[in-house]
């Protein structure tokens, strides 16, 4: 007797609530049930119709129960990240008498005291600083916080801290000292990420209340002892990161800023399947990868980030790109033609660009630019006087050569040989006779304003797009007025022209994970449903054969004319050597009984690549 057997999944299991899990797939929902005897028994009868919607046995340390996943919806993936990316004030913030926060930094505090853990990205020059004092104001009953950024930004910080904290009773210590007991380190302490290491004894004495951790990219390096480090400090109501850049390079960047602050990420190996491409290579595990960078994008926003660009939030004028090709002279044929004949390894050369071999051919190349950079940037002051120009290089030496050759302009140098660097910026932001500012692009990449500024010129090319976009942000920031033109400087024929190639790749990889501008990719279908209630079909193989007897006997016989060799070979046709002799004395029948045809209908199931596609569809649907 054939059957058809209809389950209301929801009515016949007791389903926790849905919890969102990550997976090799990808998010899915997971809900738990304990056992029930009819269901179990239906579950072990039909695992495979169980199984298709989602549901399994399991048992996990002695005890079994059943686990259903489901799919995450494309559209409310779309509506959850919506709902996150338009950010509202939903609370009356506190604030210094006299001061107020712009609206779209009220809209990151309010985010951030929802939340245990926040990671505020919003693009550099936003104010993030403010907004971290802001959720320090409106959390109640702290009295500790620790504070970590770069060595440059100690006195920042402390600056800010005065400005737009609320307690004015607090003890704020900079940590430029080594504090030895717990009561040394104030109220407030503010450390660099390099000093850490030496006084990790003392801090890990303490639990403070609030950790913040400005320019979170530091440690997105696990084995890093500055990661390690900053890892090991204990805090209690809310742990704060701050970056404009939370991954410079590679997804794989970002998960070590992350893995800690929403239980999605913790696990490692998930993460590098789902968003890095992860496989396993030619030298073993590869992260370096990215995928489904839409999603990732999606579920940081629900989860922890807050990230805003400059033209979402504040009416900055746009960025203008251009890159400039220069005509190569007679030197620099020569060494194009050196450079030529090397095989260059840009996975190497992106690896460790500051060691690689390939270094010197990029610094020679660079110093035979010098000269055309400044023959091009005094035609255009010649023209513009009022104008100001901020000029990135990343060796010595070519900084010195434009140093000298634009002398006349009064240039300034900002590098990490720059003693008084507050000094050097003030000059460039208040002096119009200061025209010039030449600045290591990494020396200059954070903590810097040179909004005078609305030119900026790259006479070198970092390998990175993060630290490129760092240093952009020194002139495109609050505060810029103007129209910010950015141009690259690039030789033609030579390496620069293919690391531009390379950077525009690494651009789209970087800007498609934080900011949201594309519809993300389709998630994996919704589960079966039926007026919001989930009913689970199970159709035996007594309904599949019911009436396509002579169907499956034909299929018996295209695979019996395929098998003339009975399995005795490999060859890809045809019964395998299991099947082959049940297969052919079916074949050889001259009609099916139910029973074979069910049984047959089950074999033949896993050979459907070779029957006729009108056969299959008519059997099968």
């Known amino acids: 007797m054939n059957e058809m057997i209809k389950i209301n999944l929801e009515k016949e299991f007791q389903w926790s609530e849905k919890r969102m899990v990550q997976t090799k797939r990808g998010p899915m929902y ?4 304990p056992l029930n005897e009819k269901m179990v028994k239906l579950c072990k009868k039909y695992p495979k119709e169980f199984s298709r919607v989602g549901i399994s046995l399991n048992t996990f340390r002695g005890k079994t129960d059943f686990s259903w996943w489901l799919p995450i919806e494309k559209n409310e993936l779309e509506r ?10 939903d609370r009356k913030l506190k604030c210094v008498d006299g001061l107020d926060y712009l609206n779209y930094q009220k809209e990151a505090i309010c985010y951030g005291l929802k939340r245990k853990a926040v990671l505020l990205g919003d693009d550099m020059g936003l104010g993030k600083t ?7 104001n409106n959390t109640p009953n702290w009295k500790s916080a620790i504070i970590v950024c770069p060595k440059i930004l100690l006195t920042n910080w402390k600056r800010e801290l005065e400005t737009w904290l609320i307690k004015k009773d607090v003890k704020i210590v900079v940590g430029d000292f080594k504090p030895k007991t717990v009561e040394e380190l104030g109220d407030i302490f503010i450390v660099n990420y390099e000093r850490l290491a030496s006084i990790k004894e003392v801090i890990a004495k303490k639990t403070f209340d609030f950790a913040i951790e400005d320019e979170a990219h530091n440690i997105k390096t696990y084995k890093a002892q500055r990661s390690k480090n900053t890892k090991k400090i204990k805090w209690s109501k809310k742990l704060i990161r701050i970056t404009g850049t939370p991954f410079l390079n590679k997804p794989i960047e970002l998960h070590n800023l992350i893995n800690d602050m929403d ?12 968003y890095c491409n992860g496989h396993n290579g030619a030298y073993g595990f590869d992260p370096t990868g990215s995928s489904n960078l839409e999603e990732l994008q999606m579920i940081l926003y629900d989860t922890i980030m807050v990230r805003r660009l400059k033209s979402e939030v504040l009416d900055l004028p746009e960025k203008q790109r251009q890159t400039i090709y220069l005509k190569p002279n007679r030197e620099q ?21 500051e060691f690689s071999e390939y270094a010197k051919i990029f610094h020679q190349i660079s110093i035979t630019k010098v000269p055309q950079i400044i023959e091009y940037v005094d035609e255009v002051l010649k023209e513009n006087p009022d104008k100001k120009l901020v000029i990135g290089a ?11 050759g634009l002398k006349k302009y009064q240039p300034s140098i ?17 002096e119009k006779e200061n025209q010039v500012i030449i600045c290591g692009i990494k020396a200059a990449g954070i903590g810097v304003t040179l909004t005078a500024a609305d030119w900026l010129i790259f006479a070198e090319l970092y390998f990175t797009p993060g630290i490129m976009n760092q240093f952009e942000d020194r002139i495109y920031r609050i505060g810029q007025r103007n129209q910010v033109l950015i141009q690259q400087f690039v030789l033609e024929g030579s390496l620069d022209e293919e690391i531009i190639l390379k950077l525009i790749k690494k651009q789209e990889i970087f800007e498609r994970a934080l900011n949201i501008s594309s519809k993300p990719k389709e998630a994996v279908k919704q589960a079966i449903s039926n007026n919001n209630e989930h009913i689970l079909t199970i159709k035996t193989i007594k309904d599949e054969a019911k009436g396509k007897n002579e169907l499956i006997h034909k299929c018996l016989k295209i695979l019996s004319g ?6 005795a070979q490999l060859n890809g046709v045809g019964f395998n050597k299991i099947d082959s002799n049940f297969g052919n004395s079916l074949a050889k029948c001259e009609s099916l009984t139910d029973k074979q045809a069910q049984a047959a209908l089950k074999m033949c199931k896993k050979y459907w690549r070779q029957l006729p596609k009108e056969i299959v569809k008519e059997i099968w649907g």
């Open 30 to 33: 997971l809900r738990k049930a």
């Open 80 to 89: 959850t990240a919506k709902v996150e990316q338009k950010l509202t004030i």
């Open 130 to 136: 403010i907004q971290a004092i802001g959720i320090m």
């Open 263 to 274: 239980p999605y990420f913790a696990n490692w190996k998930k993460y590098a399947y789902r």
């Open 333 to 353: 044929i020569k060494a194009l033609k050196e450079l030529n004949m090397i095989d260059v390894n840009y996975n190497e050369l992106f690896k460790n660009p």
């Open 394 to 404: 990343i060796h010595h030496d070519v900084e010195d050569m434009l140093l000298e």
């Open 414 to 430: 900002l590098n990490g040989a720059t003693k008084d660097k507050q000094a050097v910026i003030d000059r460039f932001q208040n």
């Open 562 to 567: 395929y098998d003339d060799d009975h399995a």
